[in-house]
């Protein structure tokens, strides 16, 4: 458990923010706890305060094998603004588990804690993949035909075709790597599937995904609809477009379950009726389960980024740190340096564009 | 149910394509007998082939007592681009349904056949209002507080902050004539309900929104879930966001109502509950019953236009119906009109831009 003694610098799978999310460090250990079964040979950096989390690891036999403690004496505040974040935040768990990504100690690293700050910082310390224009958030979410990956979910609330095509890259390595998809369907969302539709930047992206010098398996436009259909792997949209659409169809779903919940408890009937059809419908429930689709990943930097919910439990940050091991072990990060040399090689005119310098807020 | 022997221009409440839609015009019809329970001082010009029409409308007593017919010998089929419609179609039940529009004799249409003719005809032929830059197609949707509205969904795919208050103005105008609500609440979709969340077009338009001059009952900014949670009554957004959104929403019930079907019908002791809970289930289909929902409404042209689905039945196109006639009977043009001037007397600065030309496509 200890840094090793001849003080070389140790390559570790993950860097964990224990400090970070509504109930830390308690349900970041056990969701270590748990991701430990499955992750036996991962080796994490915990970063927060030493004497807690000796205290907590001792009781955590299978993480505590796992793990080396480095001590941070600050934790960053919920509600604290990225720019405070960033010039005070510099001994906090959640900066020195970004600072152990930024020199290499680290494959990548997963918190549950303030959102922005995490982007942000990330975003600045660990720095954005030379041959990309901006980072996208992605995540995991449930359709009729199995996960769909969804990107960008408001990293970049303007997005032109060149970021758009780039996402496609991302998001094509990303469901490799994490759905174990061996050639993952890519969906560009639009008003209508039909090749006029849309404005002239979905056009101008799809053209150039179309023409298959990137080697990705291509489907064409998609519409809101398909998302929850499954009609590909992999959504592909705008930050705007992309934060919008994850949440009303989050909305959707709630509203749904919310209106069962009434139904089921209106009439005595409808209650027996429930208590019958329990045991199906919870297969439904956990088919749904928020905390398996836990976890949002910030995509293009030079290290992995997962972003876990602040309020989930240990089995939701047993989840996402299940995807960030995905991503450190199975080649996330060189799967987009091929993808884009690919593009490069046979860049055709709408590429010729520069990428756009990295958004720095 | 003849034409007035005097020759006099008579003023129709509504005129109908009655060959547009799947079951022309048949459920067309059926769905008028609807409507006339509930409208029995409306008139309306019935426009298609005379013989057919005669025939079906001496089967249907009631809507033969509100309907004129108009002869049209052609019927624009649901495939033909709005650019051919445009040139060949003018002696079709649609195009003289929208030209007795034009020239004053009904104040509204209703159409369920082709979707992009009707959208291209209406607004080249009726015109949008002089006030208006861009006119915005709207629809009601579920919400966990009643019924929501939301504009625009997809005719215009870029739009500027001025376009987005005029989506504002014009959905509190609907909302008031349609769903006879005192003072709509309105709300601008974004990714974040922070004021500085979103690009410079919702902040431009949520600032001029927020000054109180065009007394709309402003919320601010929300989010996706706050759609189907009905936060508000008007949402407002461009459309190409809006179109993902009413789309995303509902793949996203259609989803869940199908894993439920799966649900039923996967044990012995599932389908008994599925029984007994039937009769509160059913509320619960009614509530979230499509045809309560048909009909997407274009805004801002001189006169009323709605469409119907084109697979609706009769149930479905009498509630098209009933919203172009609360349109007609409310006032819902010359809201519109009160709203453009209030705003336009204390125009603060980001409305001194003038109006984009409407988009003539």
Request: proline share 5%.
């Given at each position: 458990?200890?840094?090793?003694?001849?003080?070389?610098?140790?390559?570790?799978?993950?860097?964990?923010?224990?400090?970070?999310?509504?109930?830390?460090?308690?349900?970041?250990?056990?969701?270590?706890?748990?991701?430990?079964?499955?992750?036996?040979?991962?080796?994490?950096?915990?970063?927060?305060?030493?004497?807690?989390?000796?205290?907590?690891?001792?009781?955590?036999?299978?993480?505590?094998?796992?793990?080396?403690?480095?001590?941070?004496?600050?934790?960053?505040?919920?509600?604290?603004?990225?720019?405070?974040?960033?010039?005070?935040?510099?001994?906090?768990?959640?900066?020195?588990?970004?600072?152990?990504?930024?020199?290499?100690?680290?494959?990548?690293?997963?918190?549950?804690?303030?959102?922005?700050?995490?982007?942000?910082?990330?975003?600045?310390?660990?720095?954005?993949?030379?041959?990309?224009?901006?980072?996208?958030?992605?995540?995991?979410?449930?359709?009729?035909?199995?996960?769909?990956v969804?990107?960008?979910?408001?990293?970049?609330?303007?997005?032109?075709?060149?970021?758009?095509?780039?996402f496609a890259i991302?998001g094509d390595?990303?469901a490799?790597?994490?759905?174990?998809?061996?050639?993952p369907t890519i969906g560009l969302?639009?008003?209508?599937?039909?090749?006029?539709?849309?404005?002239?930047?979905?056009?101008?992206?799809?053209?150039?995904l179309?023409?298959?010098?990137a080697?990705l398996n291509f489907h064409g436009?998609i519409?809101?609809?398909?998302?929850?259909?499954?009609?590909v792997d992999v959504v592909v949209?705008?930050?705007?477009?992309?934060?919008?659409?994850?949440?009303?169809?989050?909305?959707?779903?709630?509203?749904?379950?919310?209106?069962?919940?009434?139904?089921?408890?209106?009439?005595?009937?409808?209650?027996?009726?429930?208590?019958?059809?329990?045991?199906?419908?919870?297969?439904?429930?956990?088919?749904?389960?928020?905390?398996?689709?836990?976890?949002?990943?910030?995509?293009?930097?030079?290290?992995?980024?997962?972003?876990?919910?602040?309020?989930?439990?240990?089995?939701?940050?047993?989840?996402?740190?299940?995807?960030?091991?995905?991503?450190?072990?199975?080649?996330?990060?060189?799967?987009?340096?091929?993808?884009?040399?690919?593009?490069?090689?046979?860049?055709?005119?709408?590429?010729?564009?520069?990428?756009?310098?990295?958004?720095?807020?």
């Amino acid at each position: 458990m200890a840094v090793p003694a001849d003080g070389s610098i140790r390559r570790f799978s993950l860097a964990i923010d224990a400090m970070g999310g509504d109930h830390a460090p308690d349900c970041i250990l056990d969701g270590l706890e748990l991701a430990a079964e499955r992750h036996p040979q991962a080796q994490f950096l915990l970063v927060g305060d030493e004497a807690k989390l000796r205290d907590a690891l001792a009781r955590r036999p299978r993480a505590a094998k796992l793990c080396v403690i480095r001590h941070a004496p600050d934790a960053i505040p919920g509600d604290m603004k990225p720019t405070v974040a960033l010039r005070q935040g510099r001994k906090s768990s959640m900066r020195l588990a970004i600072d152990a990504v930024a020199n290499g100690e680290a494959a990548g690293v997963v918190s549950a804690g303030n959102t922005g700050a995490l982007l942000a910082l990330a975003k600045i310390v660990i720095k954005t993949m030379p041959e990309i224009g901006r980072p996208a958030l992605a995540a995991i979410t449930p359709s009729a035909r199995g996960d769909v990956v969804m990107l960008d979910l408001g990293a970049n609330v303007q997005c032109d075709a060149r970021n758009l095509i780039e996402f496609a890259i991302m998001g094509d390595a990303f469901a490799r790597a994490v759905l174990g998809l061996p050639s993952p369907t890519i969906g560009l969302l639009n008003v209508g599937s039909e090749e006029l539709k849309g404005d002239d930047r979905v056009r101008q992206a799809a053209e150039v995904l179309r023409d298959g010098h990137a080697q990705l398996n291509f489907h064409g436009f998609i519409e809101g609809h398909d998302i929850a259909a499954g009609t590909v792997d992999v959504v592909v949209t705008d930050g705007f477009t992309g934060n919008v659409a994850l949440k009303t169809g989050e909305g959707a779903l709630k509203l749904m379950r919310d209106l069962l919940r009434q139904v089921f408890t209106s009439t005595i009937p409808a209650r027996v009726g429930y208590l019958l059809a329990r045991p199906a419908l919870e297969r439904l429930r956990e088919w749904m389960d928020p905390r398996r689709y836990n976890g949002a990943i910030l995509l293009g930097l030079n290290g992995v980024v997962v972003k876990s919910h602040g309020g989930t439990d240990a089995t939701g940050f047993a989840h996402a740190v299940d995807v960030a091991m995905d991503m450190v072990t199975h080649g996330f990060t060189q799967s987009i340096r091929e993808g884009l040399s690919r593009l490069a090689t046979h860049a055709a005119a709408p590429l010729a564009v520069p990428p756009i310098a990295a958004q720095q807020d």
